[in-house]
């Protein structure tokens, strides 16, 4: 009665702490999605130490440049590497590398990522501080497909953080990451489940599993 799974790429660059939720979430049998690798640009991501402890075999592409844009060799050799292990997705989970070649051109409308802040609000790096800074009342995160443009992509699920009176960057973010997981692992459910429609801008979340539906 097993059914083949959706294969999830991760790519991370840091703590890996969503990373680390959907290989979790992966592991109840009724999850519909399995991570089959981790790809990282940085070897000292802690994503990695959580790639040993749950099994899931890691690759480490160096990249000369801190941050930023990804080379094109690099990204080629990332495409490689998510297309031998077989993925469906490409999950971009602290991912500090902007796409713009092999990447995008293999896996067109199946790379996803996550941004903490209710986008088109506070794009970019440091979204909680931006948000703090603008004073806003509410914030929250956006899992969002990945497209040419950065944090620009058709909005798949977007979940609320309230902003406390005495919340600092560190407090935010602590409550942002709750919050995070929980979409994420959502979003890679519905996508694993044939539900997402991509319209345009618009992500329809269909009421039914694509496959249930016939
Ligand atoms: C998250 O806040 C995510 O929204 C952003 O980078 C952070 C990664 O955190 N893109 P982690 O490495 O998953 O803990």
Known sequence: MSETKCRVAVLASGTGSNFRAITEACRSPEYPARVVCLVTDNPQAGALEIARAQGVSAHTVEVRETRGRLPYEAESEMARICASNHADLIALAGFMR???????????????????ALLPSFPGLHSARQALDYGVKITGCTVHFVNRSIDAGPIILQSVVTVLD?????????????????????????????????????????????????
């Open 166 to 214: 005495d919340d600092d960057e560190e407090s935010l973010l602590a409550r942002m990451h709750v919050e995070e997981h929980k979409s994420y692992v959502e979003a890679v459910r519905l996508f694993a489940e044939g539900r997402l429609m991509v319209q345009g801008r618009r992500v329809k979340v269909l009421q039914h599993p694509a496959r249930e539906a016939r």
């Open 98 to 116: 902007i796409l713009k070649g092999p990447l995008l051109e293999r896996f067109e409308n199946r790379i996803m990522n996550i941004h903490p």
